[in-house]
């Protein structure tokens, strides 16, 4: 139990995916970023992760490692990343077509994501079992919905046009990521044992 | 009459006092007692510092706004407030460079690029306390107390504070009245815990902070600290956690900054809560010995969700109505995505035959099929013809690798083959050879070093000696715990046989200023050592595997 | 915990416990320097001098102006009804003597008002038609009490000014609880405190007849607790003269001599937003007003005198007095002995919520309760508005449960409606705690108001659209 807590706080504190591994942040840092879209980017690039971490798992184990083609690894999981937003599409489209109406375009952009391919190959080298793959994708897609709303929320607070002219638009975006991040250094190195 | 008012505009005619100069006037009042228990504790010093701070603050904010040709605000005292708190939070062995350099990020970067006073999020004495803290070395020699550091040039004795006893879960060797006088190592305004609380009610008396942030903030660590503590005494435990590090500083007077704290009550009841939680969380789990600025911080990240979640009640309205008519509303925007069972709409378009369009999509979407079956069939060749090319050059480096690696590790090894033995805590375990005699095992390892899993390879001779350590794998930073991975650190540790200490008999002089990595490593070695002895005895699984 | 009370059935006289105790938790409100030393301890007094004229004003019971039945000449005794409206509202002369003017005449709210001007002969002939006493008001019917207190034209004298005898007729029946509000909670003012402390066997007459003839079973005069000598005197005059009643203290913290705080604090009931206390069972009156009732249902009396107190920096000498309704502001400053020195505020009211005069031929009305004159030392600084620091002080004072400084920052970024509907600007009762303890001075309840406005706005727009 601690141990599954211990990966969770870790996935979302320790090693946040955009505050301390920089990865996916291409999400769009325009003035129309509603908590709206917030939510439905970080809940797609969840969802993305988890079937990804599934999809490159299997990958891994069934495919690369039982015939030793490890050199294939990078083109196997970009093709895990794109298998698993089609399967993903598809699956909303016929069986829950409200959320795929959200989700639609936002679920493509994950493609461009390097949080996604990051995860596999994190878990990869790691070698994490079934249910610590899942449970750390899981965990990592949390992070970013996160990271997402908090940041989201916080334009509404902090107004991002009193800084110099310089600096507006996306400067103080990066400034206040990069505080953020100042905020999650001391979690560094967390280890829940 | 010398002003009248017609009507009813501009009512209230009488006002409280308060204005913001004199609340941050009597938070100026209520850190003096600590700062002058400071000054007394490690010398003039700290008197010093803390003027250079103040001023700096001071002298920040005034050149924004004279650069930014805004009126200038520090009138307010808020800067000198942000000034007198980062000082507070340094070691008396500062350079005077650092809060210089501190106050120019608060003020510059954490305040005033937001709007100013009320308009920032994070706190920023905080976040200019954990800018100096990327100078590690800088921030975390700590004097004992009474060793009073003279103005110019100073000449530390470095101490473990009980902050640091407590990171590894022993209790400090101190009684009840040290502890809140200060009689200890640590930063500067943070030691003398009395004065602090003392402060703390002069802030409660004049109704400058409200008691449900500290309360809530000291009650979740006493509570937490009191009912899972490391060691036998729960109480003791608990006290010296309340007591020791920043926890007093954090909790009365930088988590109470009113921009970056709930205006609601119960927002406020829950961001003591949460900051408590993550307090305790980096205590026990985290690498840093004190972690109630980095909670803190995160915290202020989240103000404006418990903002949102503690809008107090309607007056008129039964409790929990908002909370019941939220539930509900989210769970019926859940319902909404029930899942549906797709059908298969079989509609007749005139002039074509029924599936003629299931056929036409297959045919577009071949198109597109091909082309990535080709692009990768393409990628796939020039990987695998990559691979075979260089496979052996690979292979070879491999080799030439794992050979330095066990120059390093086993000098007397000329061969190092793989062996079937599989232990709990050991990634592999590799025995060396010299012409067919065995020499010994080299055990790889890992542990959790300050900033993440170190990885190192141990090799221990038949006689249960170490015959070399070398580091593989680290997240460590290049200043912190890099000069520990240096060759010239990891050779102490050759000869050493059983079990490696800390101090005294059979040890390793640590690095000041890596003890963490330090303290890893001899938590591998000494791994290392155990599961070498366990080899001979029989006691590691024997998996027959490949080898 | 609501129970429909039937009209007819006898009154329960039976002799209570009467207890002084602090009930119900409330939220918000600030602990004001009640500057009631001027006059805490002066006795009632009548004026030295009787002025020369009364002016009294013909609108100010909400609802259709007063239509004179007197005319320019005639001769009034004190006591004569001369005007009325057609829900039966009267206004009495407060004085004898002759009709001097009707026409517009100053009135405190501002402006001025259509009133009836009587010159004063100093003779007090009471008219025939009342002074009626009754001994035995016990025996009297609801319908009796209402009919007297119609006929003595007693309005709400704490403020409101709406008929009394209309309020007790539309709640009939449906209150359990009747609550005598003495609780006073505005700075300077002490006319209710010396109310209670020197008319005390009136004020416990008035509550009983109020419950009888709403049909309340809960009498409760709700005293402030920085009034725990009244609160002693009411016990004691209960107990001497074996009357039922209940004195209950409420904090002594402004505002929590409000309507909805009184409630809230006595009963523990919260009254829903856009409703009223009779929909908790409750109803209110002032404790002039009560006072008002047992002289007019014991006595016959019609509402013509009541309690002022002058107050303030600028007086010689502050004091309570026994005034007649129409009474102008300047008599009342040279009863007081006059200025000495030039106050730089006058108000009718209290500081917090008063209205500011600048004629003094303005008159006392029925609900005038105190007249203060304010020295510049007093006001304190005139500051300017900065920048809001988030403190948080005015959610945590805020007697309604608002957020004030979300409002100011909803204003600042453009006023959006659906914003400040949320934060329910509605409720905003216009105190002004929050103005008070803003260390930026930001004047929140300007803003409030602002707020309302748009809000109204947008719902008339609202109602224009949708057909």
């Given amino acids: 139990m601690l141990q599954v807590i211990g990966l969770v706080l870790i996935a979302i504190l320790a090693e946040n995916m955009v505050l301390v591994r920089c990865l996916g942040m291409d999400w769009p840092k325009r003035k129309d970023m509603t908590e709206d879209r917030a939510w439905h980017i970080g809940v797609s690039i969840t969802l993305v992760m988890v079937v990804t971490a599934l999809i490159s798992w299997l990958v891994n184990v069934c495919i690369l490692r039982f015939f030793g083609v490890e050199h294939f690894r990078v083109l196997a999981y970009t093709l895990s990343v794109l298998m698993a937003v089609g399967l993903l599409r598809q699956l909303l489209r016929l069986f829950f077509p409200v959320l795929y109406r959200h989700l639609n375009e936002d679920l493509s952009q994950t493609v461009y994501s390097c949080a996604v391919l990051g995860v596999a190959f994190i878990i990869t080298l790691r070698n994490y079992s079934l249910p610590q793959t899942l449970l750390y994708a899981l965990a990592s897609g949390v992070g970013i919905l996160g990271v997402l709303v908090i940041f989201t929320g916080m334009q509404d607070q902090a107004s991002f046009d009193n800084c110099p002219k310089v600096f507006r638009g996306l400067p103080i975006q990066l400034i206040t990521a990069g505080l953020m991040a100042l905020a999650l250094m001391g979690f560094y190195g967390l280890n829940v044992n | 009459m010398s002003r009248v008012y017609a009507g009813k505009s501009s009512f209230p005619c009488i006002k409280d006092r308060a204005s913001v100069d004199s609340i941050m006037l009597d938070v100026l009042v209520a850190l003096t007692p600590a700062l002058v228990m400071g000054a007394f504790l490690f010398g003039f010093r700290v008197l010093v510092l803390a003027a250079i701070s103040v001023l700096s603050c001071m002298g920040f904010e005034l050149l924004y706004c004279k650069w930014t040709k805004k009126p200038v605000t520090i009138r307010d005292l808020s800067a000198c407030v942000t000034g007198l708190l980062l000082s507070m939070t340094l070691p008396v062995t500062a350079p005077y460079w650092a809060p210089v350099l501190g106050g120019a990020f608060a003020i510059i970067v954490v305040k005033q690029f937001y709007g100013g006073l009320g308009k920032n999020f994070m706190n920023p004495a905080l976040a200019g306390r954990m800018l100096l803290l990327s100078f590690p070395g800088m921030m975390t020699t700590w004097v004992d107390a009474l060793d009073r550091q003279a103005v110019v040039g100073v000449d530390a004795v470095s101490t473990a504070t009980p902050m640091a006893y407590l990171h590894l879960g022993k209790l400090p060797d101190l009684t009840l009245s040290q502890l809140l006088l200060g009689q200890h190592g640590g930063a500067m305004g943070e030691v003398a815990s009395f004065m602090l609380l003392l402060g703390g009610a002069y802030l409660l008396c004049r109704r400058v902070i409200s008691w449900r942030i500290p309360v809530c903030f000291l009650g979740t660590v006493a509570m937490f600290s009191f009912v899972f503590p490391k060691g036998n005494d729960p109480l003791d435990w608990a006290v010296c956690n309340l007591f020791s590090g920043g926890l007093m500083l954090g909790a009365i007077f930088m988590a109470t900054d009113y921009t970056t704290s709930p205006v609601t009550p119960r927002g406020q009841i829950l961001y003591g809560i949460g900051c408590g939680c993550l307090t305790v969380v980096l205590r026990s789990y985290g690498s840093y010995p004190d972690g109630v600025g980095f909670s803190i911080l995160t915290m202020n990240c989240c103000v404006w969700l418990l903002d949102r979640v503690g809008l107090p009640r309607r007056f008129g309205v039964r409790p929990l109505t908002e909370t019941r008519s939220w539930a509900l509303g989210t769970l019926r925007r859940l319902g909404k995505l029930r899942p549906t069972i797709p059908e298969r709409r079989e509609k007749a378009v005139r002039g074509t035959m029924p599936g003629e369009r299931d056929l036409d999509r297959i045919r577009s979407w071949s198109k597109n099929a091909a082309a990535m079956t080709a692009v990768i069939v393409v990628m796939a060749i020039c990987i695998g013809g990559v691979n075979r090319a260089t496979g052996r050059i690979i292979a070879v480096r491999e080799n030439r690798e794992q050979q330095e690696l066990l120059e390093q590790v086993m000098p007397a090894a000329q061969v190092v083959t793989e062996t079937p033995y599989m232990a709990e805590d050991a990634l592999s375990i590799l025995a060396g050879y010299n012409e067919n005699e065995l020499i010994g095992y080299c055990v790889e390892v890992e542990v959790q070093g300050f900033g993440g899993v170190v990885t190192m390879v141990v090799g221990v001779d038949v006689n249960g000696e170490v015959t070399g350590v070398t580091v593989t794998g680290h997240s460590e930073h290049a200043g912190i715990g890099g000069q520990a991975l240096e060759q010239d650190y990891l050779g102490q540790y050759v000869g050493l046989s059983g079990t490696v200490r800390d101090e005294g008999r059979n040890s390793v002089d640590a690095i000041s200023g890596a003890t963490d990595t330090c303290r890893a490593i001899t938590a591998g070695v000494n791994k290392a050592l155990y599961i070498a002895s366990r080899l001979d005895a029989g006691e590691v699984e024997y998996m027959d595997g490949q080898v | ?467």
């Fill in chain 3, 1 to 467: 915990m609501r129970s429909i009370i039937p009209q007819t059935g006898p009154r329960l006289a039976v002799q209570r416990e009467v207890n002084t105790t602090m009930l119900h938790l409330i939220f918000g409100g600030i602990h004001l320097d009640g500057r009631k030393e001027g006059t805490r301890r002066k006795p009632l007094a009548d004026l030295d001098v009787e002025s020369e004229q009364v002016i009294l004003s013909l609108s100010e019971h909400g609802g259709a102006a007063c239509v004179p039945v007197v005319a320019v000449g005639d001769i009034v005794a004190q006591g004569q009804p001369v005007a009325k409206n057609e829900q039966g509202v009267l206004v009495h002369a407060s004085v004898s003597g002759t009709v001097q003017d009707i026409g517009q005449w100053p009135h405190p709210r501002g402006g001025t008002a259509q009133a009836v001007v009587i010159r004063n002969d100093g003779k007090h002939t009471l008219w025939p038609g009342c002074g009626q006493e009754i001994a035995d008001w016990n025996s009297l019917t609801a319908d009796q009490i209402i009919d007297r207190i119609r006929q003595a034209g007693i309005v709400g004298m704490g403020g409101g000014g709406y008929p009394t005898a209309n309020k007790l007729e539309t709640n009939r029946g449906q209150v359990d609880t009747l609550i005598v509000n003495a609780a006073e909670s505005e700075p300077y003012v002490t006319a209710d405190h010396r109310l209670l402390l020197e008319r005390s066997e009136g004020v416990l007459v008035g509550l009983n007849l109020l419950c009888k003839a709403v049909g309340a079973t809960d009498g409760v005069v709700a005293v402030e607790s920085n009034k725990l000598n009244a609160a002693e005197v009411l016990e004691r005059t209960a107990k001497r003269c074996g009357l039922p009643g209940r004195v209950c203290t409420v904090p002594s913290r402004y505002p929590l001599g409000a309507e909805k705080q009184v409630v809230k604090s006595v009963t523990g009931r919260e009254i829903s937003p856009d409703r009223a206390a009779v929909d908790e069972g409750c109803v209110v009156f002032n404790a002039a007003t009560a006072f008002a009732v047992y002289e007019a249902v014991v006595k016959g009396l019609p509402l013509t005198h009541r309690v002022v107190t002058v107050t303030g920096g600028a007086l010689v000498r502050p004091r309570n007095l026994w005034v007649p309704i129409g009474t102008p502001m300047n008599e009342l400053v040279k009863a007081a002995g006059g200025f000495k020195e030039q106050p730089a505020l006058i108000l009718a009211g209290g500081p917090m919520m008063g209205v500011a005069q600048d004629d003094l031929a303005a008159p006392v009305t029925k609900s005038t309760n105190s007249l203060v004159c304010m020295l510049d030392w007093e006001l304190g600084e005139k500051k300017e508005e900065t920048v809001c620091i988030r403190c948080g002080r005015c959610v945590s004072v805020c007697p309604m449960h608002l957020m004030p400084l979300l409002v100011d920052k909803e204003l600042k970024l453009g006023g959006d409606v659906r914003e400040l509907r949320r934060l329910h600007t509605q409720d905003c009762m216009g105190c002004g705690c929050c103005t008070y303890v803003c260390p930026s001075h930001i004047p929140l309840v300007e803003r409030m108001e602002q707020a309302q406005q748009l809000v109204k706005q947008a719902d008339r727009k609202q109602v224009e659209v949708t057909p």
